[in-house]
């Protein structure tokens, strides 16, 4: 398994395709959450131009976006090499 790293929210690209799925009363639970426990599960994330971009973990990035977090957790996904 990879390391989990701390990645700057700023510097990641959610799909237009993915932003669609969110939920807003999710982020609202979410954030709930992460206020009382922190943050549980990382992000995985991939390298694009320049920046991150988003595989999993929509739901958490906004919540932590709403909490005013400048950094979240995630894995850096790399390609497989057959």
Known sequence: MPPI???PIHDIYVPAKRAKTLDPEKVEALAEDILENGQKVPIRLREGK?????????????ALK?????????????ARLH
């Open 5 to 7: 790293l701390t990645f």
């Open 50 to 62: 320049g920046r991150y971009v988003l595989q999993e973990g929509l739901h958490r990035l906004e």
């Open 66 to 78: 709403a909490l005013g977090e400048e950094t979240i957790e995630g894995y850096l996904a790399r």
